[in-house]
């Protein structure tokens, strides 16, 4: 009877560990990968492969549209996406302009980022000027109609909206950005970075460019499948999208080398060595995993509790 009253204890103490003592040990095993980024070996998806290979194929000077709607409840994937994105297109020389349609916020949260980045590939100083090499056009909250007077014609649908100029607020399509665009054909991709339904919205009415999405985790299962019927050209799916694409800007693809990234669609495509790379997804990628690693043995730990408190009984 004493074996099984201590087994049966045992069982009870495995089940009854304090809350706070799991949340401390779990802000502790979350906050170490990123006080100290733990490097994981990756191997990036084909899709994000697609996403960085295009963006690498376009020629200096080219231009693309950038749907940006996503605000600071999903900066851990969102905004991780958006510096990737931003990154590569400065590196690349590619002016951009951004409009938003899922949420008030998202122009002054993506200015925000883009002046951010601006800065640091500029070594603190501005590498990429307002109204001269990117735009911020604004929210527009009737995003279906918006959408498709975008596809319609790109001009009339951004006709009278302003934004920061050297001389004061100017229209947006008399931007150096806007020169040589007369048809959404025109800008060489509309890319929505997006943690909401817009994504929807613009697979539904966007026919006369391509179309490459960077969405949050929850939301990878479906646009996987726009992905696999060719809608979408690149996809970056969460937080191991960004670490997809902070591993294909250090590395490139098909570059010799211990970490080299291999793709059989592509030849070699360089990556951006000894540039400022890492970022949220080399910390919050460990870190994830870190956490799932403490939520499974905590689990395991509570079954092996019930199991030997029955037993006990």
């Known amino acids: 009877m004493a ?20 949340y401390l040990i779990l802000f502790l095993v979350a906050s170490l990968p990123l006080i100290k980024p733990i490097p994981l070996p990756n191997s990036p998806d084909p899709a994000s492969i697609d996403f960085y290979a295009h963006l690498m194929e376009l020629p200096e000077g080219s231009k693309i549209l950038i749907c940006s709607d996503w605000t600071n409840s999903t ?7 958006m510096d990737a994105l931003l990154r590569v297109l400065m590196r690349r020389k590619i002016k951009f302009a951004v409009y938003s349609i899922g949420d008030g916020q998202a122009p002054r949260v993506a200015r925000e980022t883009i002046a951010r980045i601006s800065r640091e590939e500029g070594g603190g100083q501005p590498l990429y000027k307002p109204y001269e090499d990117y735009v911020v056009i604004g929210f527009f909250p009737n995003g279906e109609g918006q959408t498709a007077a975008v596809n319609t014609n790109v001009r009339a649908a ?8 050297p001389t004061g607020q100017r229209e ?6 806007f020169e040589g665009i007369n048809s959404l054909a025109d800008f060489k991709y509309l890319i929505n970075v997006t943690a909401s339904s817009t994504n929807t919205v613009i697979l ?15 939301m990878v299962p479906e646009n996987t499948v726009y992905y696999a019927s060719g809608q979408l050209k690149g996809l970056l ?10 591993t294909l800007m250090e590395y490139g693809v098909n570059n010799p080398g211990p970490h080299m990234v291999t793709s059989a669609a592509y030849g ?10 890492t970022g949220k ?12 690693s403490v939520l499974i043995l905590a689990v395991i730990t509570g079954n092996v509790g019930m199991f030997l408190s029955r037993k006990g009984r």
């Open 75 to 81: 900066r851990g994937e969102s905004m991780g996406e």
């Open 237 to 246: 799916g969460g937080i191991k999208g960004v670490y997809d694409m902070e």
């Open 158 to 165: 951004f006709a009278g909206k302003t934004d920061i100029s």
């Open 3 to 22: 074996s099984r009253s201590s087994i049966a204890e045992l069982g009870n103490k495995l089940q009854s560990l304090p809350k706070p003592a799991l």
């Open 268 to 277: 070699q495509i360089p990556g951006f060595p000894g540039k400022a790379n």
């Open 204 to 218: 539904e009415r966007i026919k006369k460019t391509n179309l490459m999405f960077a969405v949050s985790g929850v």
């Open 281 to 292: 997804g080399t910390a919050y990628y460990p870190a994830l995993h870190v956490c799932l």
């Open 172 to 177: 947006v399509v008399q931007s150096p950005v």
